[in-house]
């Protein structure tokens, strides 16, 4: 979509000014302002969680922890217990 904004003229310079620091054409950094400034698309489907739960790092955010290695997957089975000895 195309969208033509008229900003006063100290908006115009500040945002020129944060662009040419972040090395970006001013129309970029704008759009950038826009999009983090919008919520993103809430996910329809399972895989669309997964895929943002894995871009936020929320899935896999302890694979390189050292005292969770060799700890029960979540989808391994429990061991077997006998009731009768408690083992």
């Not at 500040?14 to 970029?28: H, P």
């Not at 999009?35 to 929320?58: N, Q």
């Not at 969770?68 to 979540?74: L, N, P, T």
Request: without cysteine.
């Amino acid at each position: 979509m195309i969208y033509t904004l008229t900003l006063p003229p100290d908006t115009g310079a500040r945002a020129q000014a944060q662009a040419n620091a972040q090395g970006l054409a001013v129309e970029e950094y704008l759009v950038s302002l826009i999009e983090d400034a919008l919520p993103a698309p809430k996910p329809r489907t399972g895989a669309e969680l997964v895929a943002l739960l894995k871009k936020e790092g929320i899935i896999g955010m302890w694979a390189d922890r050292e005292d969770m290695k060799g700890q029960r997957g979540v989808r391994q089975p429990a061991p077997a217990r006998n009731y009768r000895t408690g083992t």
